[in-house]
């Protein structure tokens, strides 16, 4: 079952670009990668999902390497509503087991 | 909105007693999973059901149990509750049963507190 590790925390400033990194070693040749973000007190939200080299959506890009032992969340110049919990979910290997790290604490100030 | 229904939102409680926390998934989605979110904590996987049955079982106590209707609706009974058991309970649904994907979609959460 892969276990991912995550920074706790980041701070950044508004208008920069964020980026978060997961290592997931052990990671199944079938699982995908997928991020969440969660305000407080609420669900956690889909963000992207990628198997593979770098996918792109309208609020966020993941960059897999070949290796797929880690992946790089990619935010576009972030704003204060950004300021989150980042977590990085990789596939369930099988079990039906979806196991969340830690998550990283992304603070952005103004 | 998710599409993942979550009832009672908050509830209040004793210690010793035992309440009940439903979860409407998805349209479509045949997998419900249960976490437990205790305050300023990570997301802790309970269990898994597919269609009916129980699939994955996490870190789950034995007061807790769970189950998922013919109509997929799920409940995650807890019972002689604790004062630590207080957290946020999320559900989430899949359309599948571990295809590997780990694209869930969460409810909003019931929040749990015993005194």
């Known amino acids: 079952l892969a276990k991912t590790t995550q920074p706790i925390s980041m701070d950044s400033y508004e208008g920069q670009e964020v980026n978060i990194t997961c290592s997931h070693n052990n990671i199944a040749t079938n699982d995908y990668i997928t991020w969440y973000q969660q305000f407080p007190s609420q669900g956690p939200r889909f963000i992207i999902q990628g198997y593979k080299t770098k996918v792109t959506n309208e609020v966020a890009s993941l960059f897999i390497p070949a290796d797929r032992k880690s992946s790089t969340l990619s935010l576009p110049r972030v704003s204060l509503s950004d300021t989150a919990v980042y977590y990085c979910l990789v596939g369930d290997g099988g079990t039906y087991k979806y196991i969340f790290g830690t998550g990283t604490r992304l603070k952005v100030l103004a | 909105d998710s599409g993942v229904t979550q009832t009672p939102k908050h509830l209040i409680t004793a210690t010793g007693q035992r309440v009940t926390l439903r979860c409407s998934p998805r349209s479509g989605d045949l997998s419900v999973y249960w976490y437990q979110q205790s305050l300023d904590q990570g997301l802790q996987f309970l269990i898994q059901y597919y269609n009916g049955e129980e699939r994955a079982k996490g870190n789950i106590l034995e007061r807790f149990s769970a189950q998922q209707f013919p109509d997929l609706h799920s409940e995650l009974n807890l019972s002689s509750l604790e004062l630590g058991d207080s957290a946020l309970y999320f559900c989430?649904?899949?359309?599948?049963?571990?295809?590997?994907?780990?694209?869930?979609?969460f409810g909003e959460g019931s929040r749990l507190t015993v005194l």
């Open positions: 989430a649904s899949s359309v599948g049963r571990g295809q590997n994907t780990g694209e869930l979609f």
